[in-house]
């Protein structure tokens, strides 16, 4: 039975990925860092079938020890500080884990097992200020986030891995991917939350940051089979991972309340603590290679993902209130 080691199996596309890795029939191993609060309620389903291990992107030791003692033959590296809006206020915290934790978790593979085969969650957030529209692997990035910066060096330290020690190391170029599973503090997720609360009643108001910026939306679900993809593949390579659609946060918002019978503009106030010091303003990305090469393309279109979302959020609320 192949294993894997998932870290960062307690976030979104951990959970997913846990799951589907379990319907190949993989044995699956999380690791988890200490929390005074337990936070598994994305695996709580699953938890039985999997093994989660105590460690930390920002102690090397730890990484060493859960290689050694688990031997995993994948390793998908999708811990991170992933919340762009938090790298500004803690940079150098952002910079550690989710840049310079990727080159202790190489190095551990590299002292451990150098024929694991390794996947680094890169963003299309390193494509910032775009200079190329639609993004492709290719095209050069220009970061505009402390978080951006962190994932240029986690994919370049992950390319150099890869030419310098001939590691199986590649890295998915992953446009924003959503799902019911998503954190609150993100814009989508933000969103269909308040939606519901404000369809069941339980608040009237929406504050939200800059609204005409332009992401490239899927479905997580869908994202983490293309990362099991790529490691299945006899040369490592990187892959954009997109949709090839663009729409406006204002879109999102407009679909999500229409869904519900209901005019966001009754609801929206703009408030500037949610505006950036430096915005990406236009994300699309060119997914013909993973296509191509990797057979990947997304099921669930833009619409469904908002109305999956949505359901899921007022069904969440009800059960709870
Ligand atoms: P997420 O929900 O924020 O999950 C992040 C995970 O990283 C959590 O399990 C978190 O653990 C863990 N983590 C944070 N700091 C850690 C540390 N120092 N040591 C060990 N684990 C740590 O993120 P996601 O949306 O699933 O994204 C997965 C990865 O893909 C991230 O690297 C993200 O930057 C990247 N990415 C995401 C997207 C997207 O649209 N979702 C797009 C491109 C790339 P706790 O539960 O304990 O906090
Ligand atoms: O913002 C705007 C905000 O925080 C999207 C992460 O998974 O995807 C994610 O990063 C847009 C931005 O995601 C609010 O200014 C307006 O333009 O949902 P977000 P993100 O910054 O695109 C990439 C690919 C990753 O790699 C990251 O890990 O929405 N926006 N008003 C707002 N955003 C938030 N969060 N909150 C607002 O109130």
Redesign the pocket.
Known sequence: MPKALI????????SYLAEFLLTQGYEVVG???R?STV?FHRIAEIQDQIELVP????DQISLIHILEQHRPQEVY???????VQTSWTQPVFTGD??GL?VTRLLDAIRIVDPGIRFYQ?????MFGKVVEVPQRESTPFYPRSP?GVA?VYGHWITINYRESYGLHATSGI?????SPR??REFVTRKITNHVAQIKLGLTDELRLGNLDAQRDWGF?GDYVKAMWLMLQQDEPQDYVVATGETHSVEEFLRVAFEYVNLDWHDYVIQDPRYMRPAEVDLLVGDPSKAGANLGWEPAVSFTELVKMMVDADIELLKVSS
């Open positions: 870290t960062g199996i307690t976030g979104q596309d951990g690791m988890v860092r929390t936070n460690g930390d992107l920002g590296n999708l811990a991170a500080q992933s919340f884990v989710t934790g969650a890169s963003s299309s957030e978080y994932k992953l446009f924003n991917h959503e998503r954190g997580a």
